[in-house]
């Protein structure tokens, strides 16, 4: 079992920068590879991105990339998305994942446990 709660998201003009932090307990953080989604109002939720057990692979959607940066600290049990030139199509509510698959699975079904989502809204 791994507990994740979110933090960091608000409101930003588009252009600008916020930094989303996932806290997770437990002892077995490092063997999660973990994932951030998103979902707008009356959409489904997409994949943003996601990271290995090692931080040696790193998946985005294309939507983001070159934008958004995953990382993690398995020393700290956090792992974080770095959101750059943020667009008001960027406006979500942000979730991180956590998942016992091999590889970096960009689908939600493949990621067990889930955090409560933060919200992150950027105006025009």
């Known amino acids: 079992q791994v507990q994740l709660i979110e933090s960091g998201g608000g409101l930003v003009q588009a252009g600008g920068s916020l930094r989303l932090s996932c806290a997770a307990s437990g002892r077995t953080f490092s063997s999660y590879v973990l994932g951030w989604f998103r979902q707008a109002p009356g959409k489904e939720r997409e994949f943003v991105a996601a990271i290995s057990r090692s931080a040696a692979s790193t998946r985005y959607a294309d939507s983001v990339k070159g934008r958004f940066t995953i990382s993690r600290d398995n020393a700290k049990n956090t792992v974080y998305l770095q959101m750059n030139s943020l667009k008001p199509e960027d406006t979500a509510v942000y979730y991180c994942?956590?998942?016992?698959?091999?590889?970096?699975?960009?689908?939600?079904?493949?990621?067990?446990?889930w955090g409560q989502g933060t919200q992150v809204t950027v105006s025009a």
């Open positions: 994942a956590a998942g016992g698959q091999l590889g970096v699975p960009t689908t939600p079904g493949e990621y067990a446990y």
